[in-house]
């Protein structure tokens, strides 16, 4: 059996080894076995004679065990000090303990060459019966433990494990824990992550822990109502009337599916025509989108959420795929009651049949399929409102379907309180979504599409409004917090493993072992905690168990307590200061193929402050924003209708543009500008790297908001990138006069700017291309800046650098792209110009990758010390422990070398040994994302009824299909 601790190893490079030798200092043995408890502890004094002073600074010092009788041996390594060195480790059984004792010198030959020489002894330590011994050597081993995941943990900050012994510390051992390498989260910071989070409790987890034994972390009694508490405030638009005016003014009548029938007016609703469409979009996200938003958080961990609703529900998604094809089905509709998938939530799916006798046949090969898979599978029925309800699940809830006929729609439910809710729904006993005023409102402004390659999402403001209440925040509070205990609890399974060489048979162990402390980890919502020892994990009655945990609908909230209160008043406060004005429901109507589309369609608010700002800062009337004549490194480019009159404003601020215009009468009105501004990022190398993903709010010499640190952000890019800023124009003839006005009028003009000397300059370069080049430059101090500027076109054309104005110019013959839809903003991102830039912009992901890998191994490690299992057992025990699996991003593969006592990435190494390739893997989720892709389009449109939002995803015809889920990942699991 491998010992089960927790080290990174330290190979030695062994020149002679003499074993039996007899070592040149003395050694002393002390054994200390606890009165009431279960610790026996060792330590080993060594003591250098007076003539070994050549040792002092090249001996270095190892005790290993020889039997299981002796483990959690500390420090690993160490050498003597002032002639002194000790060891302290754990005992157990009977009889004695043998162990081996390595010295190794350092020294030169007589060429100078390096030699290294080992010795070894071993030492019996005597295993007492009785208790007795000096206590400081019980304590002195905690202290050094402690030492140990001290060192560990800042290789690996992110270990909760870790984390968690050192907490512990003082309650196990009485030895205090020392500081940890970040200081904790503020208690506002914690307290808006557990009000504010959507998904991804894990990544708070650690700050909650090290809260919850700190002992700052208290329930409280529940000594108030609910109804004590009240949601936002939140005002909504008249739709009634607004609907009244779409019918009389524009003869619209609302376009809402048949389905939201069955759905309650509080539920989202994501609707499709064809799986296959769904499908895709799935693993568009997975592929694109969670990996990425997995790489932004640095982390590595997959939670498969699709295998588990689908086994949760007893559904197949390849064969009812099939089915979809063979037109046993002809819709498919998802709803729940709100979007918490990760930790778990109430998931129903709603399919209308049209052979209903095949698929019936084909739901029956589904269902024994789970069965085998899980034989403690309980089928029952029950009757809600006049409606027979097949009830199939297991007490874990990893099988948990609740199944519904009604006229021809099948209904599939994870949870018994949503399959209810669905049922009074259609009976008429709760609002439907189908009658909800602002979802027939909104069906006229972005109606859905009867194309099989489409879907429609739609929030309703019920929805919103519900996730905002008391009721939603208090009850997902609490399941966060306890989902942290439920981490904890594992985390002490594992301390107890550590110690003991097995895992707890319950609770008890934990507590009376003092690995928990039983007052600090109560269930906030009032459920009881268990340890299932056949899976290994901790459970709550209430909440049950991580990776399935309890839906909020099924958590009832009545009471709270006088901190939950106060934490909820403080919530609503921050909410209305800032989300108030953005209330809004939300629509997208989605469409998938080689162009990717998410429309979204968002209303004028009720306090649309900010709404209006936006609409106030473009023109009226939306246009036609053409990029095709762009330069062809140019990759990132946003334009927007800003209006004649905000562009002649700017112009006229321009150092020297006043006394240009006030050269030619026919110049000064600038009525000859267009309408349209566009500003384009060109590919290049860089040098300094600026992260927006770092951003937060500053307190430097007052507050510095994340706006004006991107503003920043993007003046540092437009330094460092080659930019370039093109202006339509109405009037060719008055540009190019403008143009040859610049260099007689600020040729060489000075000035003073705070102190500092200014200088204006202006010539004109050899023409390009039949073009007219000329240079405007401004010299502040010893800065300057220069602008290249020409005419091309009907645009206004103004470059950092001389090459992307003559790539503009290059283009200049290309023909307009046609058709394309009139906005007020266009954001555009063309991974084909990627060239020089995509290597750094590989190099910032593969770093990314790299460190999301090196968090997983640790974690590993120690489920393979601890279990003695091999690689492709720990998956099983992570999800267990932590309701994840890790992998890596860059597709390398997890592999434990017993010699050297390590785990390590087959790409990655690990933090004692680290590297990565220059750029990324083909089996990264970004290196498959910019495969994947040509561009990236991102328009706004403000109609007279609200604000359209296009998001368009324009893929390669060329492009390898996109991997699964495990494929991508190159996972290792069993399905």
């Not at 019920?462 to 925040?473: E, W």
Request: hydrophobic fraction near 40%.
């Amino acid at each position: 059996m491998r010992l089960a601790a927790a080290v990174l190893p330290i190979v030695f490079i062994a020149v002679s080894a003499r074993a039996g030798d007899a070592l040149p200092f003395k050694h002393k043995v002390e054994v200390y076995r606890e009165k009431d408890g279960d610790a026996v502890v060792f330590s080993v004094l060594l003591e250098q004679p007076f003539f070994a002073e050549e040792f002092e600074k090249s001996n270095y010092l190892r005790l290993q065990p020889l039997d299981d009788n002796a483990y959690l041996i500390y420090p690993k390594q160490t050498k003597f000090h002032q002639k002194h060195a000790a060891f302290h480790g754990r005992l157990r059984g009977g009889g004695g303990a043998m162990l081996r004792l390595s010295y190794e010198t350092v020294t030169e030959n007589l060429d100078g060459s390096r030699r290294v020489e080992v010795r070894e002894g071993e030492i019996e330590v005597p295993i007492p019966t009785k208790p007795g011994g000096p206590p400081s050597i019980y304590l002195e081993w905690a202290r050094q433990q402690n030492a140990h995941f001290l060192n560990l943990l800042s290789y690996y900050p992110r270990e909760t494990f870790f984390q968690y012994c050192l907490l512990q510390s003082h309650a196990r051992y009485g030895v205090e824990p020392p500081t940890l390498p970040r200081p904790p989260t503020t208690r506002e910071d914690l307290e808006t992550d557990l009000y504010q989070v959507v998904t991804g409790s894990l990544a708070i987890q650690q700050s909650l822990q090290r809260q919850t034994l700190s002992g700052k972390s208290k329930v409280g009694d529940l000594d108030h109502h609910i109804s004590v508490l009240s949601p936002p405030e939140l005002k909504s638009l008249p739709y009634e009337k607004l609907l009244e005016k779409k019918l009389e003014r524009e003869h619209i009548e609302p376009l809402v599916r048949e389905v939201a029938k069955l759905v309650p007016e509080d539920h989202y609703l994501l609707h499709f025509h064809s799986l296959s469409a769904a499908g895709e979009l799935a693993d568009l996200m997975e592929d694109w989108g969670g990996g990425l938003l997995r790489l932004l958080s640095i982390h590595a961990r997959d939670h498969h959420l699709i295998e588990k609703f689908d086994d949760q529900l007893c559904l197949q998604r390849d064969p009812l795929t099939r089915l979809f094809a063979d037109g046993v089905v002809a819709e498919i509709a998802i709803t729940g009651s709100d979007l918490f998938f990760v930790e778990g939530t109430d998931v129903t799916v709603i399919l209308r049949l049209k052979q209903p006798a095949v698929f019936e046949q084909a739901a029956r090969r589904w269902l024994e399929e789970r069965r085998t898979q899980c034989p403690k599978l309980v089928e029952r029925e029950f009757n809600h409102r006049g409606h027979k309800v097949a009830a199939r699940y297991t007490p874990d809830r990893t099988v948990s379907s609740f199944v519904v006929r009604h006229d021809d729609y099948v209904i599939f439910s994870n949870s018994h309180v949503a399959i209810r809710r669905i049922v009074d729904t259609l009976i008429g006993e709760t609002p439907r979504l189908f009658d909800a005023l602002d979802y027939r409102y909104v069906s006229t402004i972005l109606p859905p599409l009867d194309d099989p390659h489409t879907g429609y999402f739609y929030a309703s403001e019920a929805f919103l409004k519900h996730q905002v209440g008391p009721k939603a925040k208090i009850s997902e509070k609490r399941r966060v917090q306890c989902f942290n205990n439920l981490v904890m609890l594992n985390n002490a399974s594992l301390f107890y493993r550590l110690e003991h060489g097995r895992s707890p048979e319950s609770l008890s162990d934990l507590v009376e072992g003092r690995f928990i402390d039983a007052d600090k980890l109560v269930c906030p919502h009032g459920g009881t905690y268990a340890f299932d020892g056949e899976h290994d994990t901790a459970t709550c009655s209430l909440h049950n168990r991580l990776k399935h945990l309890t839906p909020n609908a099924e958590l009832e909230v009545l009471k709270v307590s006088t901190e939950e209160r106060r934490e909820y008043e403080r919530y609503k406060q921050r909410y209305q200061a800032f989300w108030q004005q953005a209330f809004d429901p939300v629509a997208i109507r989605i469409s998938v193929g080689r162009r990717v589309k998410l429309e979204v369609c968002v209303l004028p608010f009720a306090n649309g402050s900010v709404y209006y700002e936006l609409q106030d800062r473009l023109a009226e009337q939306p246009q036609p924003i053409d990029t095709s004549c762009r330069a062809r490194s140019a990759f990132v480019s946003v334009g927007a209708v800003v209006g004649r009159e905000r562009i002649a404003a700017t112009l006229r601020k321009i150092p020297g543009i006043p006394e240009v215009l006030a050269a030619d009468p026919t110049l000064t009105d600038l009525a000859w500008v267009g309408e349209r501004v566009t500003l384009h990022v060109c590919d290049d190398d860089t040098i300094l790297e600026v992260d927006p993903t770092r951003l937060r709010t500053l307190n430097l010499f007052g507050e510095i908001s994340l706006f004006q640190q991107s503003t920043l952000t993007t003046a540092i890019m437009a330094t460092s990138l080659p930019t370039y800023i093109t202006i339509d124009i109405e009037d060719a003839d008055k540009a190019r006069r403008f143009l040859d006005l610049l260099t007689s009028k600020i040729f060489l003009k000075q000035g003073q700017f705070y102190g500092f000397e200014t200088e204006f300059d202006a010539y004109r370069l050899p023409d390009y291309h039949g073009h007219a080049n000329y240079v405007l430059s401004y010299r502040l101090y010893a800065t300057k800046v220069r602008l290249h500027v020409a005419l091309v076109g009907e645009r206004l054309v103004a470059a950092t650098k001389l090459q992307p104005l003559k790539e503009v110019i290059d283009a200049a013959d290309t023909a307009p792209t046609s058709n394309i839809e009139p906005a007020h903003m266009l954001v555009q991102l063309n991974l084909r110009a990627l060239d020089r830039f995509k290597d750094d912009l590989e190099l910032y992901w593969a770093e990314r990758s790299r460190r999301a890998c090196h968090g997983n191994i640790m974690s590993i490690y120690n489920l393979i010390k601890l279990y003695d299992l091999p690689m492709d057992e720990i998956n099983r025990l992570s999800e267990a422990k932590y309701g994840v699996t890790y992998f890596c991003p860059d597709g390398g593969v997890y592999i434990y070398d017993p010699d050297s006592d390590s785990v390590t990435c087959s790409v990655h190494g690990n933090r004692r040994n680290s590297r990565q390739e220059v750029g990324l893997s083909n089996n990264s989720s970004f290196a498959r994302l910019v495969e994947s892709l040509d561009e990236i389009n991102a328009r706004l449109r403000f109609r007279d009824d609200g604000l359209i939002a296009t998001l368009e995803l324009v893929r390669r015809s060329t492009a390898r299909p996109l991997a699964t889920t495990k494929e991508a990942w190159g996972l290792t699991i069993d399905d």
